[in-house]
């Protein structure tokens, strides 16, 4: 499978142009974790998207000297660190890959690099983007 199929099947980038996901596409490189490894670290700084292409990691909350919280437990087509393509905040959560993993990785600057060439791609991620937060704001009790 490429890379811009991959990327096509995440909500994300679901709504982006084929021309535009072979961009983006260009821009990923291909990761792999072996089981137990620390993928993302809680507090760290932000840089990159992931996109599982193999295996299954574990979405964890909570920092050292704190129990861990398991809060999902992700496996192909699904990503993690979307927030930190668009913002440079601190990760919210650690990742650590529960088998081995692949992941394509996209980093910030490369990510802007290409919305500063062709602004359209935040345009048409804006749709996804609004749909997650009114899912987010209904699940709220």
Request: charged share 25%; proline share 4%.
């Amino acid at each position: 499978m490429y890379p811009e199929d991959v990327l096509a099947s995440a909500s994300l980038f679901s709504e982006l142009s084929r021309r535009d996901l072979k961009r983006l596409a260009s821009a990923t490189i291909t990761r792999a974790y072996k089981k137990g490894e620390g993928i993302v670290k809680e507090g760290e700084d932000a840089v990159a998207f992931y996109l599982i292409t193999k295996g299954r990691v574990n979405v964890m909350h909570g920092g050292e000297g704190q129990s861990q919280t398991a809060m999902a437990t992700l496996g192909p087509g699904e990503f993690f660190g979307e927030m930190a393509i668009l913002d440079s905040y601190p990760r919210s959560a650690s990742v650590v890959a529960v088998e081995d993993t692949e992941c394509l990785v996209l980093s910030r600057w490369d990510f802007l690099a290409e919305l500063r060439s062709n602004p359209f791609i935040a345009v048409q991620m804006l749709p996804v983007l609004s749909r997650r937060i009114r899912k987010l704001q209904q699940d709220i009790p």
